[in-house]
């Protein structure tokens, strides 16, 4: 989003998008220009903001994987990938987990979870004005209570996707889960917070109102520390109702 202030009446919005079209074409490339009023402002004036985080998994070699079975969390620092198989799934033995000492580290205990069971606990944000408090961090002390910690949750869902990877040796590419959230608002390292403690109450066997149990905590030790920001993206911003016939994931 860049939003141009010009006293001038004979630029159009075409004139800008041909201009900016044609400085570097092939790498930059405009989707739409509008004219709007003097009061715009590109943040405050947004009804929705709407975030993707793609997420890696790692469920062993040559299987079949359904948004049923259960996956690990790939580990994104570096490690010995040495693994066993138990119970039907392969495991890493420097699992993947979220722990309190305020990053990811690896546990003698495997933290396997469905991609189901995400999407369950995330449902139960959507059509909800909650104080999401406990799940931010870095927050100013006017941020950390009352109306200012309030989100309301348009749409919340997560589902499993395989992106293309040239180097994987199988040529089936590289399994994600996918995670959009779309909300009015979101507060500071929110979504990192919301997505890394999702994964450790879908591991844990959470009841499909964990989060919203979290809401009411005091303390933000109560959710995990954040998820890496790789795979974090802003895709989109409204300044319309949001249609939910336009989610990425129904």
Partial sequence: MIILDTWRKDVKPSDIEDAINSAAPGKIR??????????FHPNFSAKWRRYLYIFPLNDGENREQ??????????????NNVGKQSNGCYENIENLLINDEGGFGSHEKPRNFTICRVNLLLQRLEGK??????????????????????????????????????????GEGRKVMCVELVANRFLRKMVRV????????AAAGADED?????????????TAPPAPPEGLCLVDVGYTNFDPQNSLIP
Avoid: W
């Fill in 129 to 170: 004005l909650l104080s999401y408090k406990t799940f931010a961090r870095d927050t100013k002390a006017s941020r950390n209570i009352g109306p200012p910690t309030e989100c309301f949750i348009y749409h919340a869902r997560a589902t499993e996707a395989i992106l293309p990877c040239p180097v994987n040796d199988h």
């Fill in 66 to 79: 359904s948004i049923d079975s259960e996956v690990e969390v790939e580990n994104f620092h570096t490690s």
């Fill in 194 to 201: 919301l997505v890394a403690t999702l994964v450790r109450e």
């Fill in 30 to 39: 405009v989707i739409s220009v509008s004219q709007v009023s003097r009061v």
């Fill in 210 to 222: 964990a989060l919203l149990k979290l809401m009411d905590a005091t303390c933000r030790r109560a």
